[in-house]
């Protein structure tokens, strides 16, 4: 039952009581829908920011673009994030239409009761006007058959008395609610009208950048096998770095056994390694992005392309843009386990925590040697920025021994 259904079943009781109840069910009781509006507007603002980043970060060097393929992938993240703030919008806009609808009626509701409290009060000024000498009130319990009928009377004045000063207060806290119900409503409709306007720009955003989409993806199907043979020479150069990154945690494995003679699976950990392990899996979900300004554009796993059917990218981390000069920062203390050069003079950092790696690739230069005893957030060197395509991606991975984690599983959430 609903806050007005309850009040309407009290009809037949005071109408001071009456009032005072929808007063407190009004203002009183927790409201749902405003935290649902709260957590809306949060969720807006965050969308807007992550649209700015990606203007910011993936469009910049827009007029140097050459890598169709880069290009379509960072419209469809834009696209996609737009979409988000779209529906956000619309869910808002439908919280708010309920919030205002409810108003209305909360002041069509307080305005009844205003009504009778009004003439009720009429009422007793007009009855009290002409019984208001001293003389009919000295009548009226001089006229009492007893002392005890003399008493009543005389009790029955003074509370008639409070009742008209309780009545006049409650009328002029019935006027001033409904005055600020009435500029609640009026904010929020101001409120609605602006989300509206945001989402007819939202939508012809999207639109205009739908568009451009399609036109690039044409010009990819025109060259669909130039485009193909592209993605999987870059996958078997991925693949290739990957299997050295492995190779080079199991050595580092065997090495951890053969030192203190374990037969363990994994890595053979002294006590203190053990303990770093451990504070490591306690900050899962809590650990710092390993950069400041941070924007996934590939995420974990296997990912089917979405320009080229057939084609599947297996990502064994995920990719983050972020700004040209950024550096690559450490998630938690540890100590460089390895520095990795590729045949580009492209480099990877790999940092041991305890059992668990995590790695940034994509260096440009590095800030620390292997052997290094690593603190959070340290600088581990400068994040290369590629000549064709403008961008600056850090691949970050985080491994358990062997076995390959998602990053978002222990990254705080953006």
Avoid at 59 to 66: D, P, V
Wanted: glycine residues 4%; positive net charge; hydrophobic residues 35%.
């Amino acid at each position: 039952m609903n806050s007005c259904c309850l009040f309407f079943s009290f009809r037949k009781t005071n109408p001071l009581l009456q009032l005072l109840l929808l007063v407190f069910l009004c203002y009183s009781t927790p409201n749902f829908a405003q935290q649902s509006q709260k957590k809306l507007e949060a969720k807006r603002t965050q969308l807007q920011r992550e649209i700015k980043k990606v203007n910011t970060l993936l469009f910049q060097s827009k007029k140097q673009e050459k890598n169709i393929l880069n290009e379509i992938g960072n419209l469809r993240k834009k696209i996609s994030v737009r979409k988000q703030l779209i529906q956000t919008i619309q869910e808002e806009g439908r919280v708010l239409d309920s919030k205002i609808l409810r108003h209305s009626e909360k002041i069509k509701t307080l305005q009844a009761e205003l009504a009778l409290l009004k003439k009720d009060y009429a009422a007793m000024i007009h009855k009290s006007y002409k019984n208001k000498s001293l003389q009919s009130r000295l009548m009226f319990l001089f006229s009492s058959e007893n002392f005890l009928q003399a008493y009543k009377r005389y009790k029955y004045m003074n509370q008639y008395a409070d009742y008209r000063k309780k009545q006049g207060k409650q009328i002029a806290v019935n006027t001033k609610n409904i005055e600020n119900l009435n500029a609640d409503l009026k904010a929020q409709k101001i409120q609605k009208e602006n989300l509206l306007s945001e989402y007819e720009t939202e939508r012809s955003v999207i639109e205009i950048e739908k568009q451009a989409q399609e036109i690039l993806v044409k010009q990819v199907k025109s060259k669909e096998k130039k485009y193909i043979a592209e993605i999987k020479k870059k996958q078997a150069e991925e693949r290739k770095i990957d299997q050295q990154i492995e190779r080079l945690i199991r050595a580092a494995i065997a090495a951890s056994k053969k030192k203190n003679k374990a037969k363990s699976k994994g890595f053979s950990l002294t006590p203190e390694a053990k303990a770093l392990a451990s504070k490591f899996e306690l900050n899962k979900g809590k650990l710092p992005w390993p950069v400041a300004n941070a924007l996934v554009v590939r995420n974990f796993g296997k990912i089917p392309h979405k320009t080229l059917s057939g084609i599947t990218i297996q990502s064994n981390g995920i990719h983050i843009a972020t700004n040209k000069g950024a550096d690559a920062q450490a998630i938690f203390e540890g100590s460089v386990l390895a520095i990795q050069i590729g045949s580009s003079g492209i480099k990877t950092v790999m940092v041991q925590h305890g059992n668990y790696i995590s790695l940034y690739s994509n260096l440009a230069t590095v800030a620390v040697k292997k052997g290094d005893r690593i603190s959070l957030n340290q600088s581990l060197g400068k994040i290369h920025t590629d000549r064709v395509t403008g961008k600056t991606i850090l691949k970050f991975q985080i491994w358990k021994d062997t076995q390959k984690q998602n990053p978002k599983y222990w990254l705080l959430r953006l």
